[in-house]
């Protein structure tokens, strides 16, 4: 509908080390994917450390965008055209 094209992956199929930290398990999958930067939705700005993923060597960023609704909100409420221009109106932090 947006014309966006991501490939998906499901974290469990990833081959990596598992561990019981949350963490720990995101940077072995950033590690697995040869990731140096991962952007993680602003509700996990209390979750993860920038410091502990830099230590790793990756760069770690929350992304907080203008609008507070949902995507699913977004399409049943806005126009394609207002939904392409709000998902470009981010900042990273």
Same mark, same amino acid.
């Given at each position: 509908?947006? =014309?966006?094209?991501?490939?998906? $992956? ?9 561990? =019981? =930290?949350? %963490?720990?398990?995101?940077?072995? !999958? ?13 509700? +996990? ?7 502990? @993923?830099?230590?790793?060597? !990756?760069?770690?960023? @929350?992304?907080? +965008? %203008?609008?507070?609704?949902? !995507? !699913? ?10 939904? $392409?221009?709000?998902?470009? =109106? @981010?900042?990273?932090?």
């Amino acid at each position: 509908y947006l =014309d966006i094209h991501t490939k998906i $992956k499901t974290s469990s199929i990833i081959d990596r080390e598992k561990t =019981d =930290d949350k %963490a720990k398990n995101l940077i072995n !999958i950033c590690n697995s994917q040869n990731m140096n930067h991962y952007i993680n939705a602003i509700g +996990g700005i209390e979750l993860y450390d920038k410091k502990c @993923f830099e230590s790793h060597g !990756i760069k770690l960023n @929350f992304i907080k +965008g %203008a609008s507070s609704l949902s !995507i !699913i909100d977004m399409c049943m409420n806005t126009s394609k055209e207002e939904i $392409k221009n709000q998902l470009t =109106d @981010f900042i990273l932090i």
